[in-house]
């Protein structure tokens, strides 16, 4: 799946306010070693590095276009291009004993990788005592913006092709589910959602801007040029039935969030 730091960026306002959410219930205030892990193209990064000043920072990220676009931004913090199911490191996996992590972020990134049951437990063991997980996934699976991608993906002539972007994002498990999960590893967990409702000018297609730059990507990139105008096309009328625009012509995007903060 390809990722475009542009596009990511055009909404960086409102894809920024909920990491300085998260950011504000951790509760370790100095910290040696930082990790963001699917740090994008760094604006999660640079609220990181200001919230831990003398830190040691690491900025991880699949894509390389994510990772120029970080490197760029910010050229004295190390990034690298690596995908967070393989990032391992010697004495932080599970069962090795402490890690030598004293923060680590993942903002809306986890959702896309599979086995939450194993992937959170040794992301925790990474964590020195005291360190914290800070985790946020959107839990808009249910909402129409996507809801509609699935529908028009399935019932479209392109469904043979979309048929692997049905599964392409991790289903999420309950609040409960994931507390239980890391109170085995960790003292405290902070779990909470958050509705945000975006105000983004030039409904409807403000929307699927924003989703092109996110949760449609594994929908359009299979598709060749004229499928994804179509597809988009199709999207973009469906949008503006389930989004009405406001009289000033914007629309308002209900957008829920999970966070958790696991401390060890």
Not at 23 to 30: D, G, I, N
Not at 37 to 60: D, F, K, Q, V
Not at 95 to 100: F, N, T
Not at 146 to 172: F, Q, S, Y
């Amino acid at each position: 799946m390809s990722w475009s730091a542009a596009q990511y960026v055009t909404f960086e306002d409102e894809r920024t306010r909920p990491v300085r959410d998260l950011l504000a219930a951790v509760p370790t205030r100095a910290a040696r070693r930082v990790a963001d892990i699917g740090c994008g193209p760094g604006n999660s990064t640079e609220l990181l590095a200001a919230r831990y000043p003398e830190a040691e920072i690491l900025g991880l990220d699949s894509s390389p276009d994510m990772i120029a676009a970080a490197r760029k931004r910010l050229p004295n913090i190390r990034f690298e291009t690596v995908a967070i199911e393989r990032w391992a490191e010697p004495g932080a996996d599970a069962g090795a004993g402490a890690g030598s992590y004293d923060a680590i972020l993942a903002n809306a990134v986890l959702q896309w990788l599979p086995d939450h049951a194993q992937l959170f437990p040794r992301l925790a063991a990474k964590l020195a005592p005291g360190g914290s997980l800070a985790i946020q996934m959107p839990d808009n699976f249910e909402e129409p913006a996507h809801t509609l991608m699935r529908a028009i993906a399935r019932h479209g002539p392109w469904a043979g092709k979309l048929a692997a972007a049905m599964e392409a994002r991790a289903p999420m498990e309950s609040a409960r589910w994931y507390y239980e999960l890391l109170r085995t590893a960790c003292g405290r967990v902070d779990v909470w959602r958050t509705t945000y409702f975006h105000v983004l000018p030039g409904a409807p297609d403000a929307i699927v801007e924003w989703f092109k730059g996110s949760a449609l990507r594994p929908f359009l990139d299979p598709l060749d040029a004229g499928e994804r105008a179509s597809f988009l096309a199709q999207y973009r009328d469906a949008v503006a039935d389930a989004y009405p625009a406001l009289p000033d012509g914007s629309a308002l995007l209900p957008f829920p969030r999970f966070f958790m903060v696991a401390t060890r």
